[in-house]
């Protein structure tokens, strides 16, 4: 079966959906990328869709891949969920975090069979091993704060319910949301798992309520801006008053864009001793666990080494 719209490719194609791709740091790496992982041939073309586009058009985004065969699979943000909603019966082939979240993150093809996957777990379990040593909440009595609820913030929160060790798991953790629905999306995905830790949701688009949330944590907590603010929309989710947890982390989810919460975190970083880290840890794993799922190799830590340093070149050169 063959859509009359799906575009036979001359070339091998890996798409990014998303809504602003061109945008996007990974069109200058991932040529760069595909040279270090010996597949040259393969080429990135973005599409953009409106936020809550019209399930066709999510729809003929995934026929494109399911039909072509040089149409090889795709890195999904922002319609995770709705490109989920829209698709599901097209493809034969979902991995349990896909089931769990009811979101897609990756697309792939083995053996003419479409396949749907959650990466965000995974990418946020390599991304805080990279930031937090193991048995840190045992060792710091640390709490989590997640401003926003989103697909990287339940993705955070899957993670930590899922660690094995109870060192690596926080007491509590505390999600900020404006959107109850997300908030809602965020419970939905937890009470399938029985876990130990504190989970508890708040309802709130209020910076200064969200400024008294975070100066109730303990020493040595984590926050995270997951919300957005300060690359899809303007702006923080606390405000300059706001006081970070003594030996904190402060992780802002962004790696572009205006980031005001990463820069309200900076200029307490001395008189808090903060560890402040950006979204560009999450968007490297976040992208090489997609292409290898896609192009189905195997990466190896030193493999990793050599994509990171290529995309740190290209993100030092652009930030000039």
């Known amino acids: 079966m063959m859509n009359d719209d799906v575009v036979k490719k001359e070339q091998p194609t890996f798409y990014f959906i998303g809504v602003t791709t061109g945008q996007s740091s990974i069109n200058k790496v991932f040529p760069l990328w595909m040279d270090i992982l010996e597949h040259p041939e393969v080429k990135l073309e973005g599409i953009d869709h409106a936020i809550h586009d019209a399930p066709e058009n999510y729809r003929q985004s995934v026929?494109?891949?399911?039909?072509?065969p040089n149409s090889l699979g795709a890195l999904v943000t922002t319609h995770k969920i709705d490109l989920y909603n829209a698709t599901r019966d097209m493809f034969d082939y979902f991995d349990p975090y896909a089931q769990v979240t009811g979101e897609i993150s990756c697309i792939s093809k083995r053996a003419?069979?479409?396949?749907?996957?959650?990466k965000d777990p995974i990418t946020a379990s390599l991304s805080l091993g990279a930031i937090i040593e193991n048995g840190?909440?045992?060792?710091?009595?640390?709490h989590v704060l997640s401003l926003g609820a989103g697909g990287a913030a339940v993705a955070t929160l899957l993670n930590l319910i899922n660690k094995p060790d109870k060192s690596d798991r926080p007491a509590k953790f505390i999600a900020i949301d404006l959107s109850q629905e997300r908030l809602n999306h965020m419970q939905q995905m937890a009470t399938q798992y029985d876990t130990d830790i504190e989970i508890e949701y708040i309802q709130s688009s209020d910076p200064t309520r969200n400024d008294e949330i975070m100066a109730s944590l303990p020493d040595a907590s984590i926050v995270?801006?997951?919300?957005?603010m300060g690359k899809d929309t303007p702006g923080?989710?606390?405000?300059?008053?706001g006081i970070f947890p003594r030996k904190g982390i402060a992780w802002e989810f962004n790696y572009r864009g205006e980031r005001d919460f990463m820069h309200q975190a900076l200029r307490q970083a001395d008189s808090r001793e903060?560890?402040?880290?950006d979204g560009w840890?999450?968007?490297?794993?976040?992208?090489?666990?997609?292409?290898?799922?896609?192009?189905?190799?195997?990466?190896t830590p030193e493999i990793f080494k050599k994509l990171v340093e290529v995309a740190s070149v290209v993100r030092s050169?652009?930030?000039q």
């Not at 923080?236 to 008053?241: F, G, K, N, Y």
């Open 63 to 68: 026929a494109q891949i399911k039909y072509d």
């Open 112 to 118: 003419g069979a479409l396949r749907g996957h959650a």
């Open 136 to 142: 840190y909440f045992a060792k710091t009595g640390g």
């Open 224 to 228: 995270i801006n997951a919300t957005g």
């Open 236 to 241: 923080s989710p606390i405000t300059d008053e």
């Open 274 to 277: 903060l560890q402040v880290e």
């Open 281 to 299: 840890v999450y968007f490297t794993h976040g992208w090489s666990q997609v292409i290898i799922e896609v192009l189905d190799i195997q990466l």
């Open 317 to 319: 050169e652009s930030a």
